[in-house]
């Protein structure tokens, strides 16, 4: 039986979180350069956001490109630029077809003109489509973001619009990046790394982590089917005990 089979329906994550990384090193083990592989990672995109679709998953935010990447060497961070646009632009007909949103979150101004515009066009045509969200997270980390968020509450401070005692956990998340989206149950990072690189730190306070040796180029729906499968076997308790819990 496929792992599709043994998924339970009725006990889906709304949001999966992904950090798609090991695409040098999947170039490497076949003597290619990197951009080979950030190439051939985008066909895993393009097949995990069909998969996420297929089973009803409302939220798919994928971990494209940190504001740590633009440490690269320029060649490769401009490689990465390009794929991008061209990406979008390439994938904005089949996003529309399967009925699905684009979003992007992160420090958006800071991506090269020509990315900005085209993201923001594909997003404008988007922006009806229900099935799924798919958030892209671009010149992201979770630290700019917490910053950012703190910055505009203590603006809003100064404006008189809240008083600090207004300050509380729901007001916070209001400022953040993902203020649209419940928090991703299940956050998947394949290549075999531990870690959550600076992504999306607030709203996996009490995500399911799921790490995978795959290296993203290989990733495909039986694989985010795979963690989704394991994730349903697991009990989150929230600070409870099991006897708590129906
Ligand atoms: C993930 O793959 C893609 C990005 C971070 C843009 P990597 O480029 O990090 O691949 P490895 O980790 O070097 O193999
Ligand atoms: C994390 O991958 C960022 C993205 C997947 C876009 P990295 O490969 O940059 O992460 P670290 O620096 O090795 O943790
Ligand atoms: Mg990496």
Same mark, same amino acid.
């Given at each position: 039986?496929?792992?599709?089979?043994?998924?339970?329906?009725?006990?889906?994550?709304?949001?999966?979180?992904?950090?798609?990384?090991?695409?040098?090193?999947?170039?490497?083990?076949?003597?290619?350069?990197?951009?080979?592989?950030?190439?051939?990672?985008?066909?895993?995109?393009?097949?995990?956001?069909?998969?996420?679709?297929?089973?009803?998953?409302?939220?798919?935010?994928?971990?494209?490109?940190?504001?740590?990447?633009?440490?690269?060497?320029?060649?490769?961070?401009?490689?990465?630029?390009?794929?991008?646009?061209?990406?979008?632009?390439?994938?904005?007909?089949?996003?529309?077809?399967?009925?699905?949103?684009?979003?992007?979150?992160?420090?958006?101004?800071? #991506?090269? *003109?020509?990315?900005?515009?085209? /993201?923001?066009?594909?997003?404008?045509?988007?922006? =009806?489509?229900? &099935?799924?969200? @798919?958030?892209?997270?671009?010149?992201?980390?979770?630290?700019?973001?917490?910053?950012?968020?703190?910055?505009?509450?203590?603006?809003?401070?100064?404006?008189?619009?809240?008083?600090?005692?207004?300050?509380?956990?729901?007001?916070?998340?209001?400022?953040?990046?993902?203020?649209?989206?419940?928090?991703?149950?299940?956050?998947?990072?394949?290549?075999?790394?531990?870690?959550?690189?600076?992504?999306? #730190?607030? *709203?996996?306070?009490?995500?399911? /982590?799921?790490?995978?040796?795959?290296?993203?180029? =290989?990733?495909? &729906?039986?694989? @985010?089917?795979?963690?989704?499968?394991?994730?349903?076997?697991?009990?989150?308790?929230?600070?409870?005990?099991?006897?708590?819990?129906?």
């Amino acid at each position: 039986m496929g792992f599709k089979e043994q998924l339970d329906i009725n006990k889906l994550p709304q949001h999966i979180a992904v950090i798609m990384d090991g695409n040098g090193r999947w170039a490497k083990n076949q003597g290619k350069i990197r951009h080979f592989g950030h190439e051939s990672g985008v066909l895993s995109v393009k097949d995990i956001v069909e998969g996420c679709a297929d089973i009803g998953i409302k939220y798919l935010t994928v971990y494209a490109f940190s504001t740590e990447n633009w440490n690269r060497p320029a060649e490769e961070v401009n490689a990465l630029m390009e794929l991008l646009i061209s990406t979008i632009n390439q994938e904005t007909a089949t996003l529309t077809k399967n009925n699905i949103r684009l979003n992007a979150i992160g420090d958006i101004a800071s #991506l090269p *003109q020509k990315c900005i515009d085209d /993201l923001k066009s594909a997003m404008e045509k988007t922006a =009806d489509n229900t &099935r799924c969200t @798919l958030t892209l997270a671009l010149s992201y980390s979770s630290k700019w973001e917490l910053v950012t968020a703190a910055k505009k509450l203590a603006q809003q401070v100064i404006d008189q619009k809240i008083k600090i005692e207004e300050i509380d956990e729901k007001s916070f998340a209001a400022q953040l990046t993902t203020f649209d989206m419940p928090e991703p149950e299940l956050m998947i990072r394949t290549s075999g790394e531990h870690r959550v690189s600076n992504f999306l #730190l607030w *709203q996996m306070a009490y995500t399911e /982590l799921y790490f995978t040796d795959t290296l993203w180029p =290989d990733f495909r &729906r039986e694989d @985010l089917f795979e963690a989704i499968v394991d994730y349903q076997k697991r009990e989150r308790r929230f600070g409870k005990i099991s006897e708590q819990l129906n």
